[in-house]
């Protein structure tokens, strides 16, 4: 699989962040999908999230007062990506990259000094708190509520599909401060201390068995008046503004030109007679497919880079990464016939069960982060201007 | 990957403006329905503005383009639906630039092909023709079939068999029979070429020129099937903005809209996957096998794929051969089948990655 060729100054970057790894191994294991770090490890981890910060590998984006340089370089955000993809080690997960945008745009001066320097010690892990039974596609329909009371705010109501949710520490949380004003308008943006009483989180097991995301309900939560990102009303602008700073994401994903490559080997280790043509030519397919998906995601870095994004582009590269993934691992399990049904904790299961499980972790990708149908909208509307 | 360059740019935009005014839907259509399908006016103006100089080495005074520009030009032609055998010219003369050593006839031959007065198309190069053309004392034995427009062409390039050794021969057609075999593809003639007793010539490159050639042809139909691709979801877009129906634009409706966004995902993979085998060629001539057939698994399908759903939302106006549609689509189909069908790029691609596997054992 081609890459992109680095400039001298980028090798000179990639060397850094080889020897910082090296030299901060934190023996941690990579995190797939949206899997969270387990409590067990979670000293360790913080430490190592806080080395890639302090070393400026990551949000070097961010202002110079609060650490970074203040230029945004998507290629060395690219070379720390691979890098810790190819050891095979954990990023920063969470959402720091969706709140860091909303101070930095919309947070007071206090809001910043309070929040910012512990993100990048890393001394706090934060969750997203947008989506609700309600309000999946439609997040604008939400239903939480936000009621002034004195200097407090007083917050009720239920999120769901709360990626680290159970180990966060911080939430970013869209709330109806005016149930009268148009839905969009009525919205305001919060910071969530999730140790504040009244919060309770429940793991939701999805259908991989695991649980990977929690429900989380808020019952006469009282949040301090500062609590407030911006001003009343202002949630909705504040969430995109936020979303926008979050790039990139599906460089992060699993590459799926490896996942083509593992197919064949699992495969030829099942049988290791000659497949027949039709399932030759299916993982031919698949192949091509996937290689580029990876070239899609690459050329986004590039015009990230310089400056020519396109409204289309990030949207065009979730779905054919997300639908490529799910052809994927369903061909899997579908080439491995009687036997694709096995499971671990079966010693019969084949890779392990690594395909059986991504097969159901595949169905995630396509709803997740804007689902492919909103996707599909976005493209046509937003990128290809055709009526609402 | 990369960006396009600022060389493409350039090309692309002056063939964008020229084709505009050239291609139109009333020229298209009579080029295709004269006696021989031959598009004076177009090559004239193609050797005027330096398109046929355009894989023409520099020290030959040609441009000495890359792949990627020959591929951007070409994406123009096929978003123009230009008929003609400019592709397949300039695949040669890039061939024959790069591989052909430096003897006075090709040096001749592609001065002439600069000027515009040779006209090359290939045979044989890719899985479409069965048969082995022989080479016997300086004179060729054979027959290849699916020829583009071998009629128009004064040579063309195929492979021959001399003894145990394979050359990519070019020869002078003049004395070759070709018969047009109809095919569902309108605007560019395919058929068949009879080399009995026609001379070899001296031009003759190594064997691995061939495969070259080949994967030269595949990115180029891959540039135009992108071309094709692309113009269709500028047609379809502009069509579902404007039809109406129900007291609404037909592009309102989300089931057009997901469709059209399926045309634009697609077409924009047609673009990425071209561009990476276009550069894989210029890095190493030898490198191509695995890019180039990413490029037609995805192309050929892709192009093909966009055709379909811009018929359908076309609706009963696109299905009307007055409609230029399905000019389009039966380029796009066509051009799936031949130099390797997607699955026979496929099960190539199996082989690559299968290799690898290999390799990485060891």
Partial sequence: ?388 | MRLPTEQERVLREACREVLGRQSTSAHIRQVAESDTGFDAGFWKLAADLGWTALAVPESLGGIGGSVGDLAAVVEELGYAGQPGLLPQTLAVAYVLGRMGGDSAEIRALLSDIGGGDAILTWGGVGPDSPGTVRLTDGVLIGTVEFVPDGGNATHLAVPAMEGTTTWLVVVDLTAARFETVPTMDLTRRYGRVWLDGVAAGSIRLPEDAVGLLFDLGVVLQCAEGGGIARRLLDMTVTYAGQREQFGRPIGSFQAIKHRIADMLIETEGCRVATREAADALDANVAAGGEPVSVAKSWVGRAASFVASHALQIHGGIGFSWEHDLHLFLRRAKTNELLLGSPAWHDERLYRSVLAGLKEGER
């Avoid at chain 1, 009268?180 to 999805?206: N, Q, Y």
């Avoid at chain 1, 159901?360 to 201007?385: P, Q, Y």
Wanted: one cysteine or more; charged letters at 25%; a negative charge.
């Fill in chain 1, 1 to 388: 699989m081609a890459g992109i060729e680095l400039s001298p100054d980028l090798e000179e970057f990639r060397e850094r962040v080889r020897e910082h790894i090296s030299a901060h191994h934190p023996g941690l294991p990579r995190l797939s999908g949206t899997r969270s770090p387990e409590r067990e490890t979670m000293a360790g981890y913080r430490v190592w999230c806080a080395s890639l910060f302090g070393a400026g590998l990551l949000g070097s984006d961010w202002p110079v007062e609060w650490g970074g340089t203040g230029t945004y370089d998507p290629l060395r955000e690219y070379v720390v990506d691979q890098e810790l993809a190819d050891a095979n080690l954990p990023r920063p997960v969470g959402a720091w990259n969706l709140v860091c945008g909303a101070l930095f745009s919309y947070g007071t001066e206090q809001q910043k000094a309070r929040y910012l320097p512990r993100i990048r010690n890393f001394e706090d892990l934060w969750c997203q708190l947008f989506s609700e039974p309600d309000a999946g596609s439609d997040l604008a329909a939400l239903r939480t509520t936000a009621v002034r009371d004195g200097d407090h705010w007083l917050i009720n109501g239920q999120k769901v599909w709360t990626t680290h949710g159970h180990v966060a520490d911080f939430g970013f949380l869209l709330a109806r401060t005016d149930p009268d004003a148009p839905k969009h308008a009525g919205m305001s943006a919060f910071v969530v201390d999730m140790k504040t009483p009244g919060i309770s989180v429940r793991p939701l097991t999805e259908i991989t068995g695991h649980a990977d995301f929690n429900e989380v309900f808020f019952d006469d939560v009282r949040l301090p008046a500062d609590a407030l990102i911006g001003a009343p009303g202002e949630g909705w602008s504040i969430a995109r503004a936020a979303l926008a700073h979050e790039r990139g994401q599906s460089l992060r994903e699993d590459s799926v030109t490896a996942k083509v490559r593992r197919l064949v080997d699992d495969l030829h280790a099942v049988d290791d007679r000659a497949l027949d043509d039709g399932v030759r030519r299916e993982l031919g397919r698949l192949h091509a497919r996937a290689a580029v998906v990876e070239m899609l995601g690459l050329e986004n870095v590039l015009k990230d880079a310089a400056g020519q994004t396109s409204v289309q582009d990030a949207p065009v590269v979730k779905v054919l990464f997300s639908e490529t993934n799910l052809a994927i691992t369903t061909a899997a399990v579908d080439l491995f016939g009687p036997r694709g049904v096995v499971v671990e904790p079966s010693a019969d299961a084949i890779d392990g069960g690594y395909f059986q499980d991504a097969f159901l972790w595949a169905r995630g990708f396509t709803i997740s982060a804007g689902s492919n149908e909103i996707m599909r909208n976005v493209i046509s509307e937003r990128g290809l201007g055709l009526p609402k």
